[in-house]
């Protein structure tokens, strides 16, 4: 079956733009995680998603958002972006029970210049 | 959700047994103990989870130890494909049963050479 999907993969951009990053659960996942990854500060939890509510966040600025959508497709933005906001964003999904692992996908290494 | 400490990193012959140790000796009762691992660049990769029970699946065994307070990850015959960082977790469960984040730390990176 399919896996966890992200778009894009790569992405550069400018200091002050926004950006949106897309993610595609495998079917049937209703939970759907955003992970921030860097060198300095490791994986991070930013946000989860089940039945298009937030169920848990991170601690990250306001300026980190996301939401789902009701076919569980995921997106999360990122507003005035600074240069420390270049990282590796991981998506995960699962079906949200209590000891459902997760699936993670590739990723979208983001470039801030 | 309970604090994890795992060795920054190991080496193992291929075709030998990896041995990853994981201390967590302040997990709760309703506490699960997870393990993912990372090859460079590609997101965690899913390997095994437990909570009192030794578990044993195609990928991997986890001992968890009779107090819980610390586990090990085997890998019984590992490859080179296996070099990556092991990343040890220990996730809540809500009362209400919902899903907990999984929080990372710096993970065992483990080198398996010729």
């Known amino acids: 079956k399919a896996g966890v999907t992200q778009t894009p993969r790569y992405l550069i951009k400018t200091r002050g733009q926004q950006v949106t990053l897309s993610c595609s659960p495998i079917s049937g996942h209703r939970s759907v995680s955003w992970y921030q990854q860097t060198p300095g500060q490791g994986l991070q939890f930013l946000f989860e998603?089940?039945?298009?509510?937030?169920?848990n966040k991170g601690n990250f600025p306001g300026r980190f958002s996301g939401r789902q959508f009701s076919n569980s497709r995921s997106e999360m933005n990122v507003s005035t972006l600074e240069l420390g906001d270049s990282a590796l964003y991981l998506c995960?999904?699962?079906?949200?029970?209590?000891?459902?692992?997760?699936?993670f996908g590739s990723g979208t290494r983001l470039t801030v210049v | 959700d309970a604090k994890t400490t795992q060795p920054p990193s190991m080496d193992c012959a291929e075709g030998r047994a990896a041995n990853l140790p994981c201390n967590h000796s302040?997990?709760?009762?309703?506490?699960?103990v997870y393990w993912y691992r990372q090859i460079h660049s590609q997101g965690p990769q899913y390997i095994i989870h437990?909570?009192?029970n030794n578990e044993t699946n195609e990928m991997a065994s986890l001992i968890i130890t009779e107090d819980r307070k610390s586990s090990t990850l085997i890998l019984p015959h590992a490859t080179l494909r296996d070099t990556a960082v092991y990343y040890c977790i220990v996730r809540a469960q809500t009362l209400t049963g919902t899903a907990s984040k999984l929080t990372f730390g710096t993970g065992t990176r483990l080198q398996v050479t010729l």
């Open positions: 995960a999904s699962s079906l949200g029970d209590r000891v459902a692992g997760y699936t």
């Open positions: 302040t997990i709760s009762g309703n506490e699960y």
């Open positions: 998603y089940f039945s298009e509510t937030q169920r």
């Open positions: 437990g909570l009192k």
